[in-house]
Protein backbone atom coordinates (compact mmCIF):
# COMPACT_ATOMS: atom_id res chain seq x y z
CA UNK A 1 0.00 0.00 0.00
CA UNK A 2 0.98 3.20 -0.33
CA UNK A 3 2.91 4.89 2.73
CA UNK A 4 1.02 8.40 2.57
CA UNK A 5 -2.57 6.44 2.87
CA UNK A 6 -1.24 3.98 5.12
CA UNK A 7 0.04 6.95 7.65
CA UNK A 8 -3.29 8.69 6.99
CA UNK A 9 -5.47 5.88 7.96
CA UNK A 10 -4.43 5.88 11.65
CA UNK A 11 -6.73 8.66 12.38
CA UNK A 12 -9.31 6.81 11.78
CA UNK A 13 -11.06 5.00 14.55
CA UNK A 14 -10.97 1.11 14.77
CA UNK A 15 -14.44 -0.98 13.63
CA UNK A 16 -15.21 -4.79 14.46
CA UNK A 17 -16.54 -6.17 11.85
CA UNK A 18 -19.44 -6.86 13.67
CA UNK A 19 -20.12 -3.41 13.86
CA UNK A 20 -19.41 -3.09 10.46
CA UNK A 21 -22.31 -5.25 9.64
CA UNK A 22 -24.59 -3.60 12.49
CA UNK A 23 -24.43 0.04 10.86
CA UNK A 24 -23.84 -0.75 7.42
CA UNK A 25 -24.14 -4.34 5.20
CA UNK A 26 -24.91 -2.16 2.40
CA UNK A 27 -26.66 -4.94 0.07
CA UNK A 28 -29.20 -2.99 -1.62
CA UNK A 29 -27.25 0.77 -2.05
CA UNK A 30 -26.06 3.47 -4.83
CA UNK A 31 -22.92 3.24 -5.64
CA UNK A 32 -20.24 6.08 -7.44
CA UNK A 33 -16.86 4.44 -8.66
CA UNK A 34 -13.73 7.17 -8.29
CA UNK A 35 -10.32 6.21 -9.57
CA UNK A 36 -7.53 8.47 -8.27
CA UNK A 37 -3.73 8.33 -7.35
CA UNK A 38 -2.71 8.83 -4.29
CA UNK A 39 -1.47 12.21 -3.90
CA UNK A 40 -5.35 13.14 -4.95
CA UNK A 41 -6.79 10.97 -2.62
CA UNK A 42 -5.22 11.73 0.37
CA UNK A 43 -6.26 15.05 1.10
CA UNK A 44 -9.86 13.48 0.89
CA UNK A 45 -9.19 10.59 3.24
CA UNK A 46 -7.83 12.59 5.72
CA UNK A 47 -10.78 14.42 5.89
CA UNK A 48 -13.04 11.46 5.53
CA UNK A 49 -11.70 10.95 9.48
CA UNK A 50 -13.82 12.75 10.85
CA UNK A 51 -17.41 11.08 10.11
CA UNK A 52 -16.16 7.60 9.35
CA UNK A 53 -14.16 4.41 11.01
CA UNK A 54 -12.07 1.79 9.85
CA UNK A 55 -12.60 -1.65 9.64
CA UNK A 56 -10.06 -3.07 12.05
CA UNK A 57 -9.34 -7.35 12.01
CA UNK A 58 -6.44 -8.61 14.57
CA UNK A 59 -4.66 -4.76 14.12
CA UNK A 60 -4.57 -5.25 9.86
CA UNK A 61 -6.87 -2.28 8.40
CA UNK A 62 -5.92 -3.64 4.69
CA UNK A 63 -7.33 -7.18 3.42
CA UNK A 64 -6.97 -9.19 0.51
CA UNK A 65 -9.42 -10.01 -1.36
CA UNK A 66 -9.11 -13.16 -4.40
CA UNK A 67 -12.10 -13.12 -6.76
CA UNK A 68 -12.99 -15.52 -10.16
CA UNK A 69 -15.48 -14.16 -12.06
CA UNK A 70 -18.08 -16.39 -13.99
CA UNK A 71 -19.25 -15.81 -17.21
CA UNK A 72 -21.38 -17.69 -19.81
CA UNK A 73 -19.97 -18.80 -23.46
CA UNK A 74 -21.24 -15.10 -24.59
CA UNK A 75 -20.31 -13.64 -21.35
CA UNK A 76 -23.68 -11.78 -21.37
CA UNK A 77 -22.45 -10.71 -17.98
CA UNK A 78 -19.56 -8.26 -19.57
CA UNK A 79 -21.74 -7.52 -22.72
CA UNK A 80 -25.24 -6.40 -20.84
CA UNK A 81 -22.78 -4.23 -18.90
CA UNK A 82 -21.18 -2.71 -21.83
CA UNK A 83 -24.27 -2.16 -23.50
CA UNK A 84 -25.84 -0.63 -20.48
CA UNK A 85 -28.59 -2.81 -20.17
CA UNK A 86 -30.60 -2.57 -16.65
CA UNK A 87 -31.10 -6.20 -15.95
CA UNK A 88 -27.76 -7.77 -15.81
CA UNK A 89 -26.45 -10.04 -13.75
CA UNK A 90 -22.69 -10.74 -12.47
CA UNK A 91 -21.52 -13.60 -10.33
CA UNK A 92 -18.33 -14.35 -8.64
CA UNK A 93 -16.90 -15.99 -6.04
CA UNK A 94 -15.07 -14.23 -3.52
CA UNK A 95 -12.04 -15.00 -1.29
CA UNK A 96 -11.70 -13.15 1.65
CA UNK A 97 -8.26 -14.20 2.08
CA UNK A 98 -7.11 -12.67 5.60
CA UNK A 99 -10.46 -13.46 7.17
CA UNK A 100 -10.82 -17.33 5.86
CA UNK A 101 -14.15 -17.55 4.70
CA UNK A 102 -15.44 -17.67 1.12
CA UNK A 103 -19.02 -16.69 -0.42
CA UNK A 104 -21.15 -17.11 -4.11
CA UNK A 105 -21.78 -13.99 -4.92
CA UNK A 106 -24.34 -12.61 -7.49
CA UNK A 107 -24.80 -9.13 -8.77
CA UNK A 108 -27.73 -7.28 -9.97
CA UNK A 109 -29.55 -4.45 -10.82
CA UNK A 110 -33.17 -3.14 -10.08
CA UNK A 111 -35.48 -0.78 -11.81
CA UNK A 112 -33.91 2.07 -9.55
CA UNK A 113 -30.89 0.91 -10.69
CA UNK A 114 -30.25 0.13 -7.05
CA UNK A 115 -26.83 -2.62 -6.73
CA UNK A 116 -28.63 -5.73 -5.17
CA UNK A 117 -25.87 -8.55 -3.67
CA UNK A 118 -27.27 -11.58 -3.01
CA UNK A 119 -24.45 -14.11 -0.72
CA UNK A 120 -24.40 -17.54 -0.71
CA UNK A 121 -21.50 -18.82 2.00
CA UNK A 122 -19.51 -21.60 0.08
CA UNK A 123 -17.77 -24.38 2.69
CA UNK A 124 -15.72 -25.79 -0.20
CA UNK A 125 -14.77 -22.73 -2.27
CA UNK A 126 -12.45 -24.50 -4.77
CA UNK A 127 -15.83 -26.12 -5.96
CA UNK A 128 -17.12 -23.10 -7.50
CA UNK A 129 -19.86 -22.04 -8.91
CA UNK A 130 -21.36 -26.14 -8.51
CA UNK A 131 -24.85 -27.28 -8.83
CA UNK A 132 -25.74 -25.73 -5.48
CA UNK A 133 -23.94 -22.45 -6.72
CA UNK A 134 -25.96 -22.98 -10.07
CA UNK A 135 -29.45 -23.47 -8.04
CA UNK A 136 -28.92 -19.96 -5.83
CA UNK A 137 -28.15 -18.04 -9.38
CA UNK A 138 -31.52 -19.18 -10.71
CA UNK A 139 -33.13 -18.12 -7.57
CA UNK A 140 -31.52 -14.35 -7.22
CA UNK A 141 -31.98 -13.58 -11.17
CA UNK A 142 -35.73 -15.15 -11.25
CA UNK A 143 -36.84 -13.44 -7.48
CA UNK A 144 -36.01 -9.59 -9.12
CA UNK A 145 -35.99 -10.66 -12.59
CA UNK A 146 -39.07 -12.92 -13.06
CA UNK A 147 -37.28 -14.72 -15.26
CA UNK A 148 -34.95 -17.91 -15.70
CA UNK A 149 -30.96 -16.99 -15.70
CA UNK A 150 -30.06 -20.50 -17.55
CA UNK A 151 -26.77 -19.79 -18.60
CA UNK A 152 -23.95 -22.23 -18.21
CA UNK A 153 -21.33 -20.89 -15.97
CA UNK A 154 -17.29 -20.86 -16.22
CA UNK A 155 -14.24 -18.79 -14.44
CA UNK A 156 -13.35 -16.51 -16.82
CA UNK A 157 -10.95 -13.63 -14.69
CA UNK A 158 -9.54 -13.80 -11.37
CA UNK A 159 -8.58 -11.02 -9.41
CA UNK A 160 -6.32 -9.98 -6.48
CA UNK A 161 -6.36 -6.30 -4.61
CA UNK A 162 -5.83 -4.80 -0.92
CA UNK A 163 -9.04 -3.29 0.46
CA UNK A 164 -9.59 -0.98 3.16
CA UNK A 165 -13.42 -0.20 4.35
CA UNK A 166 -14.92 3.13 6.18
CA UNK A 167 -18.53 3.11 7.44
CA UNK A 168 -19.99 6.41 8.66
CA UNK A 169 -20.09 6.87 12.08
CA UNK A 170 -23.62 7.43 11.66
CA UNK A 171 -24.18 4.40 10.13
CA UNK A 172 -25.87 3.61 6.69
CA UNK A 173 -22.61 4.81 4.50
CA UNK A 174 -19.65 2.77 3.72
CA UNK A 175 -16.95 3.23 1.26
CA UNK A 176 -14.26 0.96 0.20
CA UNK A 177 -10.71 1.56 -1.09
CA UNK A 178 -9.01 -0.76 -3.23
CA UNK A 179 -5.32 -0.64 -4.18
CA UNK A 180 -2.59 -2.89 -5.69
CA UNK A 181 -5.44 -4.52 -8.30
CA UNK A 182 -3.98 -7.26 -10.49
CA UNK A 183 -6.17 -9.07 -13.31
CA UNK A 184 -5.42 -12.97 -14.73
CA UNK A 185 -7.19 -14.29 -17.44
CA UNK A 186 -6.23 -16.64 -20.19
CA UNK A 187 -1.98 -16.35 -20.25
CA UNK A 188 -2.08 -12.19 -19.71
CA UNK A 189 -1.78 -10.48 -16.38
CA UNK A 190 -1.94 -6.42 -15.75
CA UNK A 191 -1.08 -4.76 -12.76
CA UNK A 192 -2.21 -1.39 -11.59
CA UNK A 193 0.08 0.94 -10.62
CA UNK A 194 0.66 0.86 -6.79
CA UNK A 195 -0.23 4.29 -6.15
CA UNK A 196 -3.35 4.11 -8.13
CA UNK A 197 -6.83 3.71 -5.73
CA UNK A 198 -10.72 2.66 -6.97
CA UNK A 199 -12.88 4.34 -4.72
CA UNK A 200 -16.45 2.96 -4.18
CA UNK A 201 -19.10 4.51 -2.11
CA UNK A 202 -22.10 2.99 -1.08
CA UNK A 203 -25.24 4.99 0.09
CA UNK A 204 -28.99 4.63 0.10
CA UNK A 205 -29.00 7.74 -2.63
CA UNK A 206 -25.41 7.59 -4.15
CA UNK A 207 -24.75 11.37 -2.33
CA UNK A 208 -23.05 10.28 0.91
CA UNK A 209 -20.71 12.09 2.82
CA UNK A 210 -17.57 10.86 0.72
CA UNK A 211 -19.59 11.81 -2.46
CA UNK A 212 -19.92 15.85 -0.96
CA UNK A 213 -16.27 15.64 0.12
CA UNK A 214 -15.29 14.59 -3.09
CA UNK A 215 -16.80 16.76 -5.05
CA UNK A 216 -15.79 19.54 -3.03
CA UNK A 217 -12.35 18.77 -3.42
CA UNK A 218 -13.38 18.54 -7.14
CA UNK A 219 -13.04 14.99 -7.41
CA UNK A 220 -15.57 13.53 -9.67
CA UNK A 221 -17.04 9.49 -10.30
CA UNK A 222 -15.82 7.42 -13.15
CA UNK A 223 -18.67 5.93 -14.62
CA UNK A 224 -18.04 2.84 -16.68
CA UNK A 225 -16.04 1.51 -13.80
CA UNK A 226 -16.72 -1.83 -12.98
CA UNK A 227 -13.31 -4.23 -11.84
CA UNK A 228 -14.79 -7.34 -13.84
CA UNK A 229 -15.37 -5.03 -17.07
CA UNK A 230 -12.14 -3.51 -17.10
CA UNK A 231 -10.48 -6.63 -16.17
CA UNK A 232 -12.00 -8.63 -18.83
CA UNK A 233 -11.23 -5.50 -21.31
CA UNK A 234 -7.32 -4.87 -19.79
CA UNK A 235 -6.67 -8.89 -20.38
CA UNK A 236 -8.24 -8.42 -24.11
CA UNK A 237 -10.49 -11.08 -23.79
CA UNK A 238 -13.47 -9.31 -24.82
CA UNK A 239 -13.89 -7.43 -28.81
CA UNK A 240 -15.36 -4.34 -27.26
CA UNK A 241 -14.05 -2.38 -24.89
CA UNK A 242 -14.68 1.38 -25.85
CA UNK A 243 -17.18 2.09 -22.89
CA UNK A 244 -14.49 1.43 -20.66
CA UNK A 245 -11.37 2.76 -21.95
CA UNK A 246 -11.82 6.00 -19.84
CA UNK A 247 -11.42 4.27 -16.78
CA UNK A 248 -8.88 1.81 -18.39
CA UNK A 249 -6.99 5.31 -19.19
CA UNK A 250 -7.20 6.66 -15.81
CA UNK A 251 -6.01 3.49 -14.19
CA UNK A 252 -2.73 3.70 -16.29
CA UNK A 253 -2.73 -0.20 -16.27
CA UNK A 254 1.05 -1.42 -16.47
CA UNK A 255 2.43 -3.60 -19.59
CA UNK A 256 0.68 -6.72 -20.41
CA UNK A 257 3.01 -9.40 -19.19
CA UNK A 258 2.70 -13.41 -20.46
CA UNK A 259 2.15 -15.99 -17.80
CA UNK A 260 3.73 -19.30 -17.55
Excluded: W
Excluded at 140 to 148: T, V
Excluded at 169 to 179: S, V
Amino acid sequence: MDPRIKATLDLFTPLSLDELNAKAAMLERLDNKYILPASRFRPALEAFAAHFDVLQIDGKRAFTYATTYYDDPALHGYYDHHQGRRKRCKVRVRNYVDAGFSYLEVKLKDKRQVTIKKRLKLDTPENGVDENGMAFVETCHSDLYEEPFDKPLAPVIGMEYERITLVAKQGGERMTIDTALQFAAANVTRVVRPDMFVIETKSARGNGIADKILRSMHMHPTSRCSKYCIGMAATGQVARRNRFLPALRRLDLLAPAQTD
